[in-house]
T-cell receptor, first 116, second 112 residues
Framework: DTGVSQDPRHKITKRGQNVTFRCDPI?????LYWYRQTLGQGPEFLTY????????KSRLLSDRFSAERPKGSFSTLEIQRTEQGDSAMYLC??????????????FGSGTRLTVV | GQQVMQIPQYQHVQEGEDFTTYCNSS?????IQWYKQRPGGHPVFLIQ?????EVKKQKRLTFQFGEAKKNSSLHITATQTTDVGTYFC????????????FGKGTLLTVNP
């Protein structure tokens, strides 16, 4: 296992188009998170899965955003009718969900979305 | 909702100088984690602190968790150019979701 993979790395889209991002977590990790990061800011929580169940969704996430994790493996994040304000780095992370000095999130390299 | 604040926002040092970043949470935390993000990269996990008053060291990095579990600090001794990046603290307020709330980070630049 080489870590958390995200695809694509970059996406440029026209305003109003739909985009979908994919995340493949570390296989032993049952928890998967999506975060969004803009320049000069820390990652901002979007949504969380435990196995295939989406257990929490940020109030900041509009109805244009939807995420799935079929069969508790990979996850997809879809943004419909993109707006310029959606331009950001979308980060996926996975974790074991265990408290301890060595148990943190493993982030993927992210998908950088630019809406023009 | 929970807020995590970090200061300073930026810190520029000469190589060999020490560096400290401070993190404060609006609520008591179950645990706190620290991440490093190199320019153009993604956050990389450094450590998780769980116990009140805990101090952990990783080579030149020293991490502390406050007695009240609402604040934390990261201290780097004798900075090197490889320490350049943004350091984020991230708090977990408990519960089974292990959701982290990140601070805005401290960008460290090191002049060789």
């Amino acid at each position: 296992d080489t870590g958390v993979s995200q695809d694509p790395r970059h996406k440029i889209t026209k305003r109003g188009q739909n985009v979908t991002f994919r995340c493949d977590p570390i296989s032993e990790h049952n928890r998967l998170y999506w975060y969004r990061q803009t320049l000069g800011q820390g990652p901002e929580f979007l949504t969380y899965f435990q196995n295939e169940a989406q257990l929490e969704k940020s109030r900041l996430l509009s109805d244009r955003f939807s995420a799935e994790r079929p069969k508790g493996s990979f996850s997809t994040l879809e943004i419909q009718r993109t707006e310029q304000g959606d331009s950001a780095m979308y980060l996926c992370a996975s974790s074991l969900g265990t408290v301890g000095p060595n148990y943190g999130y493993t982030f993927g390299s992210g998908t950088r979305l630019t809406v023009v | 909702g929970q807020q995590v604040m970090q200061i300073p926002q930026y810190q520029h040092v000469q190589e060999g100088e020490d560096f400290t970043t401070y993190c404060n949470s609006s609520t008591t935390l179950s645990n706190i984690q620290w991440y490093k993000q190199r320019p153009g990269g993604h956050p990389v996990f450094l450590i998780q602190l769980v116990k009140s008053g805990e101090v952990k060291k990783q080579k030149r990095l020293t991490f502390q968790f406050g007695e009240a579990k609402k604040n934390s600090s990261l201290h780097i001794t004798a900075t090197q150019t490889t320490d350049v990046g943004t350091y984020f603290c991230a708090g977990n307020s408990g519960g089974s979701n292990y959701k982290l709330t990140f601070g805005k980070g401290t960008l460290l630049t090191v002049n060789p």
